[in-house]
């Protein structure tokens, strides 16, 4: 995360998120390094429908192509942008090994994770598969994915 972090402060950029299935994982991670404070602007971690809509994704978004689909990562990535205004932000949301009986979706372990870069008005979507025996495990993975792909698109 540190040279994530310090590509964004060379870059003069900023980065802002809204978790679902992660719960938080990757706005811990990174204010977890040092100098983070100078680039993360929010961490939204909204684990139910009722404040993904309540912050800005759309119910008809979620009930077209279910909370999980990179449909609804996107609209995460670009809420959390558009209330930071941010350079960079992230939406993750997916199933963690456990079916969601009040949303439909039948894959367990996939992610979605959607990137948006404001200055170029351009998305990045990603669907994985989370790997490892637990949750945390799981959560774990995707961030790594994530740091990976961020670091990837920012240099």
Known sequence: ???????LKKENRTISSMESCTGGLFASEI?????????????LVTYCNEFKEYFGVSKQTIEE???????????????SCNIAKSDISVGITGMLGVVDTNNRGKDINS??????????DK????????????RLEKKQYVIKYLKERLYEICK
């Open 111 to 120: 992610v979605f994770i959607s990137i948006y870069d404001n200055n170029e």
């Open 1 to 7: 995360m540190e040279e994530l972090v310090n590509l």
């Open 123 to 134: 998305y990045f979507d990603y669907k994985i598969e989370a790997i490892g025996k637990t």
């Open 31 to 43: 204010t977890n390094t040092e100098g983070s404070s100078e680039i993360f602007k929010l961490g």
């Open 65 to 79: 192509y279910t909370v999980y689909s990179n449909n609804v990562s996107r609209e995460m990535a670009k809420v």
